[in-house]
């Protein structure tokens, strides 16, 4: 690979940190929380230990792949050099796809707070948010990294007022959630929660660009560390304000807080939760690209896709392609099906992630065995006990790929 064709290493450490907790803030706070609550009920804290458990073996998977292997492509790279082409193929499809869904749900989740009236105007609004963040991108990493570290900055802001507020004693007290759908129901909700748990592997793809990938391991768990402590405190006010209506709840943030009687703040919240959003949006449009890039250096997508920018050095047409595919997504698809597709491609990827860090030598280690098993166990559950809708889906979609990739390797 020549040096023109390679991605800036513009990224420090704290921008590392920036793209991983933008992608998961966004995406964990403003979208999951309601269709979890649909069948976790009153044991929703249960999914999200769950969930938060898998989330870590994978990061640490993740981090010990990425720190051996520090270019572009994350899982698909790892996939790769670990376990061979095909391995790498399956997890870079099902990231594609699955993040690919992901950038629809938050496209779709920023308009339900930026257009609460509904109807085409918020498909609408999503579309635009596609397209003008789809620009944003062209322009260069640590741009990206700035505008990232802008709206996750907003979001936090408006994060504790929504906390605080939505935390305050009301009165009538909301009705309580409802019991589980048995335990099966807890598994299906934290498949629904590691959807936002998944930006992390954000940090991982960008490897190619950050200065020091020595430090990404670092950067993902901090990343981490810091969305746990962010979800415990939302997930609490938003069950102490809205009880048995969080589950119906299309933006449950605003909702909260209007609970609370505290109406004159909803607004200000709707601005952060669409910020949020945007910041997620933003993250995952950059990082799928760089799995493109690396998938299309293969020849496992178009060839075409691996341009990169001469100017601004980032996948300029990858970049485009998926805009495109986005915002016809947004023009088209449900936001809680969106989400369901997503979990059961991320968690494809990162079973991926954990049986190659699991096959990797000694040398290379810095996590315990254990818990690859673990992650790589806990991700094939939550994928199969997802709604089988998504399942479905996910499972025909992996199929195409599949199929064209066996018709590719033909051709040549």
């Known amino acids: ?49 769950v969930a938060a458990v898998i989330a870590l073996c994978n990061a640490v998977a993740s981090a010990q792949l990425a720190q051996s292997y520090p270019s572009s492509g994350g899982t698909y790279l790892f996939g790769r050099e670990v376990l ?30 930026a257009v609460p009236a509904g109807g085409w105007w918020q498909r609408l609004a999503a579309a635009l948010a596609v397209a003008l963040l789809t620009l944003a991108t062209l322009r260069g990493i640590t741009r990206t990294a700035r505008l990232a570290r802008v709206l996750l900055g907003a979001t936090l802001l408006v994060l504790v007022l929504a906390v605080a507020l939505a935390g305050m004693t009301h009165s009538p007290a909301p009705s309580p959630l409802p019991d589980p759908d048995g335990f099966l129901g807890v598994l299906q909700a934290a498949g629904l929660l590691f959807f936002a748990f998944a930006g992390y592997a954000r940090i991982a793809t960008l490897a190619e660009e950050v200065r020091r990938p020595e430090v990404l391991g670092h950067a993902i768990l901090v990343a981490l560390g810091v969305a746990v402590v962010v979800y415990v405190a939302v997930g609490l006010a938003l069950v102490h304000a809205l009880g048995a209506d969080l589950p119906s709840s299309s933006a449950p943030v605003s909702d909260a807080v209007a609970a609370a009687g505290a109406d004159w703040a909803a607004p200000v919240v709707r601005v952060g939760a669409a910020a949020a959003c945007l910041g997620a949006l933003l993250a995952l449009l950059a990082g799928v690209t760089r799995t493109g890039l690396a998938m299309a250096r293969e020849r496992d997508l178009p060839a ?7 100017v601004h050095r980032v996948p300029d047409r990858a970049q485009l ?90 051709r040549r």
């Open 321 to 410: 392609a998926l805009g495109a595919v986005v915002v016809v997504l947004v023009l088209t698809v449900d936001l809680r099906g969106a989400i369901g597709f997503s979990s059961f491609g991320v968690l494809l990827y990162y079973a991926v992630a954990n049986l190659a860090a699991l096959r990797q030598p000694a040398e290379q280690r810095r996590w315990p065995r254990p818990m690859q098993v673990v992650g790589l166990a806990g991700c094939l559950l939550l994928a199969a006990l997802l709604p089988a809708a998504s399942v479905l889906a996910g499972l025909a979609v992996l199929a195409v790929g599949v199929v064209g990739r066996l018709v590719a390797l033909r």
């Open 84 to 113: 061979g082409p095909w391995w790498g193929f399956l997890a870079g499809w099902g990231f594609v796809i699955g993040k690919t869904a992901s950038c629809a749900a938050m496209a779709m989740t920023f308009a339900a707070y």
């Open 304 to 310: 075409p896709l691996a341009h990169v920018d001469p």
């Open 1 to 49: 690979m020549s040096e023109t064709d390679s991605l800036a290493r513009g990224l420090g450490t704290g921008d590392a940190v920036v793209v991983g907790l933008s992608a998961m803030i966004g995406a964990g706070v403003f979208a999951a929380f309601a269709p979890a609550a649909a069948t976790a009920g009153s044991a929703i804290f249960l999914a999200l230990g």
